[in-house]
T-cell receptor
Framework: GNSVTQMEGPVTLSEEAFLTINCTYTATGYPSLFWYVQYPGEGLQLLLK?????DKGSNKGFEATYRKETTSFHLEKGSVQVSDSAVYFCALIVSYNQGGKLIFGQGTELSVKP | GAGVSQSPSNKVTEKGKDVELRCDPI?????LYWYRQSLGQGLEFLIYFQGNSAPDKSGLPSDRFSAERTGGSVSTLTIQRTQQEDSAVYLC??????????????FGPGTRLTVT
């Protein structure tokens, strides 16, 4: 079946530290990959996406590269801020024709300390 | 513009009662999704509506769960004979049409359901 596995949290970093949140996937088809973020008290929102192998999604200083050979989509940021504290979800869609339903990882909580 | 809205924001109900959760999607979005978020199960897909097509109900956990979308806009998720394991945050999302927007889903704030 299709699934997403993320590194367990919580992850606690100091401001300006480098961030990596690991995400790997299993998919029967050729998926599109996403990172969603849930800030405290807010709804889920799309952070970035990549729809084919070797694509790099980027937004707000975050990046993730679609690696088909390692079935991974790790999230990185060079210098985190306190405002990046949130829960991050890796997700996939196998095929738009199959309904566009997102399959999420379990989420990784990030806490950034000043 | 207005985002996805859901009501109520919180609902406490007794085991065995029926509940209705409402979702107002972003105007013009043809796709509408229901998910639920719980500590033990994470984020789970429940049901998906796309235009006039038959909904994808593959994620509904039991026949106590049903949903409808009226006029291609507002959606209601109904849970009959609620059980304690139904306690979760129920999230609604809507999305625009087109493969260029694949995976772009705009989530509402959720309805927190507690079954006592």
């Amino acid at each position: 079946g299709n699934s997403v596995t993320q590194m367990e949290g919580p992850v606690t970093l100091s401001e300006e530290a480098f961030l990596t949140i690991n995400c790997t996937y299993t998919a029967t088809g050729y998926p599109s990959l996403f990172w969603y973020v849930q800030y405290p008290g807010e709804g889920l929102q799309l952070l970035l996406k990549a729809t084919k192998a070797d694509d790099k999604g980027s937004n707000k200083g975050f990046e993730a590269t679609y690696r088909k050979e390692t079935t991974s989509f790790h999230l990185e940021k060079g210098s985190v801020q306190v405002s990046d504290s949130a829960v991050y979800f890796c997700a996939l869609i196998v095929s738009y024709n199959q309904g566009g339903k997102l399959i999420f990882g379990q989420g990784t909580e990030l806490s950034v300390k000043p | 513009g207005a985002g996805v809205s859901q009501s109520p924001s919180n609902k406490v109900t007794e085991k065995g009662k029926d509940v209705e959760l409402r979702c107002d999607p972003i105007s013009g979005h043809t796709a509408l999704y229901w998910y639920r978020q719980s500590l033990g199960q994470g984020l789970e897909f429940l049901i998906y509506f796309q235009g006039n097509s038959a909904p994808d109900k593959s994620g509904l956990p039991s026949d106590r769960f049903s949903a409808e979308r009226t006029g291609g806009s507002v959606s209601t998720l109904t849970i009959q004979r609620t059980q304690q394991e139904d306690s979760a945050v129920y999230l609604c999302a809507s999305g625009p049409a087109g493969t260029g927007a694949i995976g772009e889903q705009y989530f509402g704030p959720g309805t927190r359901l507690t079954v006592t």
